[in-house]
């Protein structure tokens, strides 16, 4: 069992940055693969940044270049700094882990946070 905390949202205007946190707690195993996902009202739930166990990234198009995925096994806490934050990034921020390699931004992962909003404005 998994149990993830997420932290950091809040409100920002257009151009600004927040670093979102999710702390960790369970088998680190089960941790090898983890994400960010978002969930703005009436869209479906999208794949933002993912991070697996070897250190390897990826990121949906929209934030390539503005995001940063990273990982501190330490603190047993997984980051996501946001730069030139925009409106359309409005949305509920999850943070996911899974024991299972290479899930990227699908939506299969098997233990999900409860979300952190975050809501940018002109």
């Known amino acids: 069992q998994v149990q993830l905390v997420e932290s950091g949202g809040g409100s920002v205007q257009a151009g600004g940055s927040l670093r979102l946190s999710c702390s960790y707690f369970g088998y680190p195993s089960s941790t090898d693969c983890m994400g960010w996902f978002r969930q703005a009202p009436g869209k479906e739930r999208e794949g933002v940044a993912s991070i697996e166990w070897d250190g390897s990234t990826s990121y949906a198009d929209s934030v390539k270049g503005r995001f940063t995925i990273s990982k501190d096994n330490a603190k047993n806490t997984l980051y996501l700094q946001m730069n030139s934050l925009k409106p359309e990034d409005t949305a509920t921020y999850y943070c996911?882990?899974?024991?299972?390699?290479?899930?990227?931004?699908?939506?299969?992962?098997?233990?999900w946070g409860q979300g952190t909003q975050v809501t940018v404005s002109l």
């Open positions: 996911a882990a899974d024991g299972r390699d290479g899930l990227g931004l699908t939506d299969e992962y098997n233990y």
